[in-house]
């Protein structure tokens, strides 16, 4: 084979190997795995903070929330307490707790039967807010106050969620809707006893559970 002849044979055989190199480059890319879906009835749940501390009570269902995991903190004011401004808190997960840290006000049987799990939460400077909150965990986007009340996208799906809290004889309900209250579709309630009359403002037919 003469000089030029093995030259050219080399240098397909580089281009060829570079070519194949480069598909395979291509090919080796892996797509990111799709992102967990947002469980309402899992990563919903009430907090309670006496005003002063920095450290509460969190009870929702998923017993299996990290130490660390970051918890949104809604201060929705009931409708009977307009004078009370709406206000959203961060705070993070200290440890589960073995028992109930609030003396069964906060226990519901609505989302599971076995009760809700409990959690020590760590907030970032001394609480000022309403004592019980509705907390999330780990929600899909920022949730903010707007024109009084608080929205969010919780689960990612482009529709923001907005939160409600009303009373009734004895308790008060805790509410998330997507859309508007009252207006949108239900996706997570919780009732606190209070343990003494309360006014009510909503109905009956009001309350809900998970749709």
């Known amino acids: 084979m003469g000089r030029n002849s093995w030259s050219r044979t080399f240098g397909a055989a580089v281009f060829a190997l570079i070519v194949t190199c480069g598909c395979q480059s291509e090919t080796a890319k892996v797509d990111p795995p799709p992102q967990t879906a947002f469980r309402y009835e899992q990563q919903i749940g009430v907090a309670k903070i006496q005003r002063g501390a920095n450290q509460g009570c969190l009870a929702l269902v998923d017993p299996s929330i990290k130490p660390g995991t970051k918890i949104t903190l809604v201060d929705q004011p009931a409708e009977t307490l307009l004078s009370q401004t709406a206000g959203v808190n961060e705070s993070s997960v200290v440890e589960r707790l073995s028992q109930d840290c609030d003396d069964g006000h906060m226990f519901t049987t609505e989302l599971s ?55 009734s004889g004895e308790g008060v309900h805790y509410q998330v809707w997507t859309g508007e209250p009252l207006k949108g579709r239900p996706r997570w ?23």
């Open 189 to 211: 309630h919780w009732y606190v006893y209070a343990g003494y009359d309360t006014a009510s403002s909503c109905t009956e037919k009001e309350y809900f559970g998970p749709k």
């Open 113 to 167: 039967a076995s009760g809700p799990a409990y959690y020590r939460i760590q907030t970032v400077k001394e609480w000022q807010g309403n004592s019980y909150l509705i907390a999330i965990a780990d929600p899909s986007g920022p949730v903010a106050v707007k024109e009084g009340g608080i929205e969010g996208d919780l689960d990612g799906d482009g529709t923001k969620e907005s939160f409600r809290v009303c009373t």
